[in-house]
């Protein structure tokens, strides 16, 4: 465990070519100032550093099952931003044995419901939004994406620093 503790942070693990094409448009779109991580799905923001161990526990019996199913299933208005949607009821299950074992620990943010998706641009001007939205919409078919595992992160105000990480069988 590191010298200070810190919250941790819950991602899907996104297959090799799906992480690498998520996250070329990521820098293509994202303010570079702002850009400190990789095109990433969070299942969880903000959990107590206290819980780390029995985290890497549960992700790892998680990881056991064979990879859920995932699809991108449209582009998303962050306002300010973009996003594409992810559709996956698997992964939408373990998040919610997650939530149930460590309910009482979620920040509102994690309890108010789970919206998953990849964030390609925020903190933009509306306009600019608008324009990637048009144009990340335009032909868009909903596809398949890859989730390889379940990773788990230190976050300390930066890049994020890897805790756990696990594949899916």
Known sequence: MPAEPAPL?????????????????????????????????????????????????????AARAPPPRA?????????????YRVESPDLAAIRADLADVFGSLLTPQDRAGWRPHVTIQNKVTPVEARALHAALSHGFARRPLAIAGLASWWYRGGPWEPHSRHNFA
């Open 9 to 61: 942070i819950v991602t899907a693990v996104i297959g090799l070519a799906d992480a690498a094409a998520l996250d070329a448009l990521r820098r293509a779109n994202f303010p570079p100032e702002r850009n400190h991580i990789a095109a990433h799905l969070t299942l969880f923001h903000h959990l107590p550093p206290s819980i780390g161990d029995e985290l890497r526990a549960r992700l790892a019996e």
């Open 71 to 83: 699809w991108l299933g449209g582009v998303m208005s962050l306002g300010r931003g973009v996003a």
